[in-house]
């Protein structure tokens, strides 16, 4: 498996947009994208720091896994997402090694990433994400 770095920091919110206002007013990062995972009863907005990106997280629907996070332990981070070079083949390696899966099969995520979760329960606390871009 090649982690070649975290790729984003998910961080569960409440209000998208006050939260932009935060990062881009108080920190002064630009958010340069906003997208709905519909799917995933999400919408994301995302800002760069170096190479590593912030994810913003609002749900759109209090049943969606960050309304439930939300209500279960309030705002703040979420998930710690990794760049993967083959997903499926990393899934299949920390399954090997006992790891919990949220996700044994890759689906689709924000910014047309492949993506899959591993159970907190397997990684510390931890609610982490593996992410790939789709091969051209």
């Not at 913003?56 to 629907?61: G, R």
């Not at 990794?82 to 090694?97: I, M, R």
Request: with cysteine; hydrophobic share 40%.
């Amino acid at each position: 498996m090649n982690i070649s770095h975290i790729e984003h920091i998910g961080i569960a919110v409440k209000n998208l947009q006050e939260s932009i206002d935060y990062y881009e007013k108080v920190l002064n990062l630009k958010c340069y994208k906003i997208e709905e995972v519909a799917d995933q009863k999400v919408k994301t907005a995302f800002f760069m720091v170096g190479q590593t990106k912030i994810e913003l997280l609002e749900s759109t629907s209090p049943e969606g896994p960050i309304g439930k996070f939300i209500e279960k332990k309030g705002e703040g981070i979420h998930h710690l997402a990794f760049a993967v070079d083959g997903l499926e083949e990393a899934l299949e390696f920390v399954n090997s090694k006992g790891v919990q899966l949220i996700d044994s099969k890759p689906r689709a995520g924000a910014e047309g990433l492949n993506i899959a979760f591993l159970h907190p329960k397997s990684t510390f606390g931890v609610l982490t994400e593996f992410c790939e871009k789709p091969k051209q």
